[in-house]
């Protein structure tokens, strides 16, 4: 009985163990950011605060996600329009100067370059400068304002 009992224990211990590996890790989400365009930027950030499940009236959030793949944009972010840059085929060139100031290049399938620059404090919060150029994108920059949701 003893032995059975210490196969079924190695046997468990292996499992979670392969489960643990093979389980890929979820993205952490870095930041938040908002156009500071938009109107009533304040009620946005105070949404932002409790993002769990963020309000239509959120919608064009734009999230700076990590993970083991690297850095990831999240378009419409916590909406049932959300989109990931990475997985619809666009690459992502990340160049992290600092945790604090993340700059990633983004070359969309469809054409055209867009930067991303983020600047923000040890908390998560601060700016986000955005510009597109080349085809398929309207060459514009755009300021937004960032938070971590919590």
Same mark, same amino acid.
């Given at each position: 009985?003893?032995?059975?009992?210490?196969?079924?224990?190695? @046997?468990?211990?292996?499992? &979670?163990?392969?489960? &643990?590996?093979? +389980?890929?890790?979820?993205?952490?989400?870095? &930041?938040?950011?908002?156009?500071?365009?938009?109107?009533?930027?304040?009620?946005?950030?105070?949404?932002?605060?409790?993002? *769990?499940?963020?309000? /239509?009236?959120?919608?064009? !959030?734009?999230?700076?996600? $990590?993970? /083991?793949?690297? @850095?990831?944009? #999240?378009?419409? @972010?916590? =909406?049932? +329009?959300?989109? +990931? %840059? $990475?997985? =619809?085929?666009?690459?992502? %060139?990340?160049?992290?100067?600092?945790?604090? %100031?993340?700059?990633?290049?983004?070359?969309? =399938?469809?054409?055209? !370059?867009?930067? @991303? #620059?983020?600047?923000?404090?040890?908390?998560?919060?601060?700016?986000?400068?955005?510009?597109? /150029?080349? *085809?398929?994108?309207?060459?514009? &920059?755009?300021?937004?304002?960032?938070?971590?949701?919590?």
């Amino acid at each position: 009985m003893l032995m059975r009992r210490g196969i079924v224990t190695v @046997f468990v211990t292996i499992v &979670t163990a392969i489960v &643990t590996v093979a +389980s890929p890790a979820a993205a952490e989400v870095l &930041t938040v950011c908002q156009s500071a365009s938009t109107p009533a930027p304040s009620h946005v950030i105070g949404s932002l605060m409790r993002i *769990s499940n963020p309000t /239509e009236a959120d919608a064009g !959030l734009v999230a700076l996600t $990590r993970d /083991e793949r690297g @850095f990831d944009i #999240l378009e419409n @972010f916590g =909406q049932n +329009s959300q989109r +990931s %840059l $990475r997985d =619809q085929g666009d690459e992502i %060139l990340g160049l992290p100067l600092s945790d604090e %100031l993340v700059h990633l290049m983004v070359e969309h =399938q469809r054409g055209g !370059l867009e930067h @991303f #620059l983020f600047s923000l404090d040890e908390e998560g919060s601060g700016e986000l400068l955005r510009s597109a /150029e080349g *085809s398929g994108l309207d060459s514009d &920059t755009s300021k937004a304002v960032c938070t971590r949701p919590r």
